[in-house]
Every structure is written in structure tokens, then in C-alpha cells.
């Protein structure tokens, strides 16, 4: 007799860094997932890899700031492995510049990709979840939407919006029996940290207590638990391995 089929989970920006250990280790979990990314090479190369490992995965790239990319990547998945149990919202950007250098567009992208695609994609997979009385949306934020980082204005803002977004959405449906919850990372060794300046990441490592930057793969442990059952009680919530720079 055939088990029960694997959960369906989406993660966006998962062709490399935080967003690939995420979709890695929800594979491992048992999800079968939906790996979204801008480049199509990089999301099927992840999820070739899961496949390769014995996981069930599918790739659909995307801008998650299009509202017709967004529906093409959900129907992806939908079709794939089922309506999504479980969203991830990772997909984002870097750019570093002084507030008074900084200009309309790439504010406005910034914006665009972490707080409008964050809002996009919810709501491309809110629905369902809310009819089956079950789900779980994880948002991917930053330690400096707590914080704040010089010459990261744009950045800061747009993800203490997804902080904000969070928590207000935890209580708008978590009576329906969705939770929603953030993970804000301090700086990890990935290719959107490498793209700072070598004296940002030189002096942001001297502030951290625990005296190094985070590993992808730690990102996604937190992520994983607040998939899991184990995080029932988790509602609103923001989690933050940050090494130490944000202790709340």
C-alpha cells in the first residue's frame, strides 16, 4: 500500500545560499519541494540536486514581484505536489550604499522583491491553507530590520516591513489554524553577504559575540522547527540566529 504523499513545500530564492539549505533540509524533512528562483538554471540545479539525494522536487523560476510570475510559480508547485502545507518566503536582494546616494529605483526594487513578493506569494497560497484549516508561512527577514545597518537603509526597511507584515498577519489567521512566524538572520556566509563591502563584513564580525558569521545550513535548522509540529505554540514570532547581534 502506497504511504501518505509527501507535504508540498515552496521556497523562493532557493538557487543558492539560505534559500537552497532551506530547500535541502525540508526535502530531507520529507516536503516534497517547489524551488523557486530568478535564474532557471540555479532553481533546477537545486532541485536536480534533491532529486539526486532522493528527495521529490520541481523547479519554477520567477520574479516573485510579478504578480503573473507569482501565480505561474504557485500552479508550478500546485500541480507538481499538491496545494503548497507550507511556504517559504526567502527571495531577496543586496545593495549597499549611503541613504544619500540612494535612489528611487533601487529602493523601489528593493522593496519590490522583499516586501511586495513576500506579500504576493502569501497571498497566491493563503487561501487554501486557510479552507483546510492548516498551514505554515515562514518569512525570511534580517537581523537589520531589528537593528538597522549603515549604508543599508533600503535593506533595513524593507525587512523590518516583513517583521511587521508577520506579526499582523499571525493575527489576522492564526485562529484559522495557519501559523505564520519569521527567521532573521544575522550575516551568513552566502553569495548576498558576499556582495558587501570586504570593511562591512570585516567590522560587522568584530560586533558579533559569537565571533563569526552563520552557515546557511543553521538558517534552515530554524526554519525546519518552525515547520514542525514542535513549533505549535510559535505564533507572531520572530527567531533569530543571528550570532548573538540581536538578543531579545
Given at each position: 500500500?502506497?504511504?501518505?504523499?509527501?507535504?508540498a513545500a515552496?521556497?523562493t530564492?532557493a538557487?543558492?545560499?539560505?534559500?537552497?539549505a532551506?530547500?535541502?533540509r525540508?526535502?530531507?524533512?520529507?516536503?516534497?519541494v517547489?524551488?523557486?528562483d530568478l535564474?532557471p538554471?540555479r532553481?533546477?540545479?537545486v532541485a536536480?540536486?534533491?532529486?539526486?539525494a532522493?528527495g521529490?522536487?520541481t523547479?519554477a523560476a520567477?520574479?516573485v514581484?510579478?504578480?503573473?510570475?507569482?501565480h505561474?510559480?504557485?500552479e508550478?508547485?500546485?500541480?507538481?505536489h499538491?496545494?503548497?502545507?507550507?511556504l517559504?518566503?526567502?527571495?531577496?536582494?543586496?545593495h549597499?550604499t549611503?541613504?544619500?546616494n540612494?535612489?528611487v529605483v533601487d529602493?523601489d526594487?528593493?522593496?519590490?522583491?522583499h516586501?511586495?513578493?513576500?506579500?504576493?506569494?502569501?497571498?497566491?497560497?493563503?487561501r487554501?491553507?486557510?479552507?483546510?484549516?492548516?498551514?505554515v508561512v515562514?518569512?525570511?527577514a534580517s537581523?537589520l530590520g531589528?537593528?538597522?545597518?549603515?549604508?543599508l537603509v533600503h535593506y533595513?526597511?524593507a525587512?523590518?516591513?516583513?517583521i511587521?507584515?508577520t506579526?499582523?498577519?499571525?493575527?489576522?489567521?492564526?485562529?484559522?489554524g495557519?501559523?505564520?512566524?519569521a527567521?532573521?538572520p544575522?550575516p551568513i556566509?552566502?553569495p548576498l553577504?558576499?556582495?558587501l563591502?570586504d570593511?562591512?563584513r570585516?567590522a560587522?564580525?568584530q560586533?558579533?559575540?559569537l565571533?563569526?558569521f552563520g552557515?546557511?545550513?543553521?538558517?534552515?535548522?530554524?526554519v525546519?522547527?518552525?515547520a514542525?509540529?514542535a513549533a505549535?505554540?510559535f505564533v507572531g514570532?520572530?527567531?533569530g540566529?543571528?550570532?548573538?547581534?540581536?538578543?531579545?
Amino acid at each position: 500500500m502506497a504511504g501518505a504523499p509527501s507535504p508540498a513545500a515552496i521556497v523562493t530564492g532557493a538557487g543558492s545560499g539560505i534559500g537552497r539549505a532551506i530547500a535541502l533540509r525540508l526535502a530531507a524533512d520529507g516536503y516534497a519541494v517547489l524551488v523557486n528562483d530568478l535564474s532557471p538554471e540555479r532553481s533546477q540545479s537545486v532541485a536536480d540536486e534533491i532529486v539526486r539525494a532522493g528527495g521529490k522536487a520541481t523547479a519554477a523560476a520567477g520574479d516573485v514581484s510579478s504578480e503573473a510570475d507569482v501565480h505561474r510559480i504557485v500552479e508550478v508547485g500546485t500541480t507538481a505536489h499538491g496545494a503548497a502545507a507550507l511556504l517559504v518566503n526567502n527571495a531577496g536582494i543586496a545593495h549597499q550604499t549611503l541613504f544619500e546616494n540612494l535612489d528611487v529605483v533601487d529602493f523601489d526594487r528593493m522593496f519590490a522583491v522583499h516586501v511586495r513578493g513576500t506579500f504576493l506569494m502569501t497571498k497566491a497560497v493563503l487561501r487554501p491553507m486557510l479552507e483546510r484549516c492548516e498551514g505554515v508561512v515562514i518569512n525570511v527577514a534580517s537581523q537589520l530590520g531589528q537593528i538597522g545597518g549603515v549604508e543599508l537603509v533600503h535593506y533595513s526597511g524593507a525587512k523590518a516591513a516583513i517583521i511587521g507584515m508577520t506579526k499582523a498577519l499571525a493575527r489576522e489567521v492564526s485562529s484559522r489554524g495557519v501559523r505564520v512566524n519569521a527567521v532573521a538572520p544575522g550575516p551568513i556566509n552566502t553569495p548576498l553577504v558576499m556582495e558587501l563591502s570586504d570593511d562591512w563584513r570585516a567590522a560587522k564580525k568584530q560586533q558579533l559575540p559569537l565571533g563569526r558569521f552563520g552557515e546557511p545550513e543553521e538558517v534552515a535548522a530554524t526554519v525546519s522547527f518552525l515547520a514542525s509540529p514542535a513549533a505549535s505554540l510559535f505564533v507572531g514570532q520572530t527567531l533569530g540566529p543571528n550570532s548573538g547581534d540581536v538578543m531579545l
